[in-house]
């Protein structure tokens, strides 16, 4: 029984971004450039305090008709695993939009560097999220992402919420 009403939200949840494009317009996924802001926290895992931090981003979007390519430049600062570290880096991301709804995977590859040790490094970033386009110009998501710092502790995945402003 438990299994048929988890079936029952899973359909729900999947048919609600069709039933949301049919009733509101689209976003019109227009080409240009963006900007990003995404706070983030870092959860607890027991031997390490809370973290956060913030990772802005300036990205050009490209619109491939059912598809949304981008390309940008990240930097973030994070307080994670008891360490502060820093990251630059270019990204990439595919959205594909339902409507107003758009979820989308992204990835960076870049620069990392932890201050207190004076230690950097090749720095990762692989992200999943969904934004709600509000209007043409601006949207509210929710992503996940985990990002790692080579031969350092700073390795962590996070959760935030996202702003996204088109310039």
Do not use: C
């Amino acid at each position: 029984m438990k299994n048929t009403y988890a079936l029952i939200l899973v359909l729900a949840a999947l048919l609600s971004p069709r039933a949301a494009a049919a009733q509101e317009p689209a976003h019109d996924g227009a080409s240009g450039w963006s900007l990003n802001f995404t706070p983030v926290l870092v959860l607890s895992d027991g031997e390490h305090d809370l973290g956060g931090g913030v990772d802005p981003e300036l990205k050009y979007t490209l619109d491939l008709g059912g598809a949304h390519l981008s390309a940008g430049a990240r930097a973030g600062g994070y307080y994670a695993k008891d360490l502060f570290g820093l990251t630059v880096m270019p990204t990439l991301r595919l959205a594909v939009p339902v409507g107003p709804v758009e979820p989308y995977v992204a990835f960076g590859m870049g620069y990392g560097w932890i201050p207190k040790t004076d230690h950097g490094d090749f720095a990762t970033m692989s992200r999943l999220g969904v934004v709600f386009h509000f209007s043409d110009s601006f949207a509210l998501g929710i992503e996940g992402t985990f990002q790692k710092l080579d031969g350092s502790a700073l390795r962590f995945p996070s959760f935030g919420s996202m702003v996204s402003i088109d310039l």
